[in-house]
């Protein structure tokens, strides 16, 4: 059950990156019509001619992270930098990675062999660092990696965040991002209520942001919890409002953890009902508009941390770039985390 549990983190960040990326330039909401419409197109495509759905910069990221644990069986600082400048300048163009982590990585490569690699991520922004859901969008295989162990999660998610983004929002949103990926590991359906779930998180991000003085994480998750008791569900208009669902860490994180609840309190749209749960989650979140692809991704990663690889039509899987290696780097994570 908790290689399934790993296989569908994995995999779900994939598709919901895959999928996300195909409305991320419009910056809308996406109708549950459109989705479905895709549902469609997926399902019925014969092999030979299936629709291919290119993963972006969250999946790269993600994987050369989750390479570097597997290789070397603990955070090494240096060779995460390293893989992350080196997929960076050789990978195609629709990554479409964010706008100025690329100073970030110039730096790294002119300083090669990496002996300051937290310097260039310090110096974003006039030393204010970047506050960007990067960190959080490729935490998940930190959870998977250090899954019983909160403390070195949290230690974890925090420095490898710190290699491109060392704003305490980014940081911040790292370690929520990847406690919501460990709860989900840690739990199972029907064991946890929603509101149980988000106590959880609620409690580390009041340890988070104790010395935090604007403290937007926590302010965000009682939002969250407002809307979601709300007998009637919020538009995703007034959800952009509300929380937002851009490209800051506060906003995107805070919007997939929403998606992810609401379908977990059964209030998921009902033009979403003829899928499985982990679906519903990757397409809600994805329907929020926004960041969609990072939304997705991260929607993805806790749904399938929580509902494992089942729910995970092959006909979605096979379509996305990168399925092998999502699943590959799931069943060697697992295999180190056992031992
Ligand atoms: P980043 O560190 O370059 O941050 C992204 C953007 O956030 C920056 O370019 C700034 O506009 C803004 N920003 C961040 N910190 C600050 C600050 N302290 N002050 C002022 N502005 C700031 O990259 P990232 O890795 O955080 O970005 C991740 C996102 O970029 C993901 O959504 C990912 O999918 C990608 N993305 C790409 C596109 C695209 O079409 N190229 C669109 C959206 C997102
Ligand atoms: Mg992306
Ligand atoms: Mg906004
Ligand atoms: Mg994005």
Redesign the pocket.
């Known amino acids: 059950m908790l290689l399934s549990k790993y296989k569908g983190s994995a995999l779900a960040a994939l598709a919901g990156d895959c999928i996300g990326a195909e409305y991320?330039?419009a910056w809308q909401p996406v109708a549950y019509q459109t989705l479905m419409e895709l549902e469609e197109i997926l399902k019925n495509s014969q092999a030979a001619s299936r629709r291919f759905l290119n993963y972006?910069?969250?999946t790269e990221m993600a994987h050369e992270l989750a390479k570097s644990l597997v290789e070397n069986g603990k955070f090494v600082a240096k060779d995460v930098a390293s893989k992350f400048t080196k997929t960076f300048f050789t990978s195609p163009p629709c990554r479409?990675?964010?706008?100025?982590?690329r100073t970030v990585f110039e730096k790294l490569q002119k300083a090669s062999p990496f002996s300051d690699p937290f310097g260039p991520a310090s110096e974003?922004?006039d030393g204010?660092?970047?506050?960007?859901?990067?960190s959080a969008?490729r935490v998940f295989p930190v959870a998977l990696f250090c899954h019983g162990n909160q403390e070195l999660l949290e230690k974890l998610a925090a420095l490898s965040a710190k290699l491109?983004?060392v704003?305490i929002d980014a940081i911040n949103g790292a370690k929520l991002q990847a406690s919501a990926v460990e709860i989900a590991l840690s739990s199972s359906d029907g064991s946890i209520s929603w509101l149980e779930f988000w106590q959880k998180l609620k409690d580390l991000i009041d340890k988070f942001e104790v010395d935090v003085p604007e403290k937007v994480y926590t302010n965000k998750l009682d939002t969250i919890k407002e809307l979601i008791a709300r007998e009637e569900v919020a538009s995703v208009h007034e959800f952009e409002d509300e929380v937002g669902t851009g490209?800051k860490a506060t906003e995107a994180v805070c919007a997939a953890i929403y998606a992810f609840l609401m379908c977990l309190a059964d209030r998921q749209p009902s033009e979403l009902s003829s899928l499985s749960k982990v679906q519903q989650v990757v397409f809600y979140s994805i329907s929020l508009g926004g960041?969609t692809?990072?939304i997705g991704t991260m929607a993805g990663a806790i749904a399938g941390a929580f509902y494992g690889d089942e729910g995970l039509p092959s006909y979605w899987l096979s379509a996305c770039e990168g399925e092998d290696m999502a699943r590959d780097l799931a069943t060697k994570l697992h295999e180190l985390n056992e031992k």
């Not at 204010?128 to 990067?134: A, D, I, K, L, T």
């Open positions: 991320e330039a972006t910069d969250d479409y990675y964010g706008e100025s982590v974003q922004f204010q660092g970047s506050y960007g859901n990067g969008m491109t983004h704003h490209i960041d692809d990072t």
